[in-house]
């Protein structure tokens, strides 16, 4: 139970990097974090001129019961699992939810 509760925390703490002040812009931003659950967006929406309305996740997380963080939406270039190694999450408990499975082995983290 502690080690959901110190990777959940640590899920937060990364998602809180990637969210900005709010500006002028009509994209807004919102860290959304179900505990309960298990997972963790950041997800922007809002108004890219007055004819389109954008909506899209940024990064999702999924803490699971076992202990594992599965990564199932990473648009960002950063290598956000390695970030999160650096928080103190074994490398054993991150899975790359969005590689395909056979990919899986060679990525250094968790197969599943």
């Known amino acids: ?51 389109t309305f954008r909506m899209g996740i940024l990064l999702h997380f999924q803490l699971k019961p076992d202990g594992k963080i599965w990564i199932l939406a990473n648009w960002t270039e950063d290598d956000v699992a390695q970030a999160l190694v650096k928080r103190g999450v074994d490398k054993n408990d991150i899975v790359l ?6 990919i899986r082995p ?7």
């Open 106 to 112: 060679y990525s250094g983290y968790a197969v599943a």
């Open 97 to 102: 939810g969005f590689q395909p499975e056979f």
């Open 1 to 51: 139970m502690e080690k959901l509760k110190r990777y959940g925390e640590a899920v937060v703490d990364l998602l809180k990097e990637y969210v900005h002040e709010p500006s002028q812009n009509t994209i807004e931003e919102h860290l959304l974090t179900d505990f309960e659950h298990g997972h963790f967006q950041l997800l922007r929406t809002g108004w890219a001129d007055k004819d």
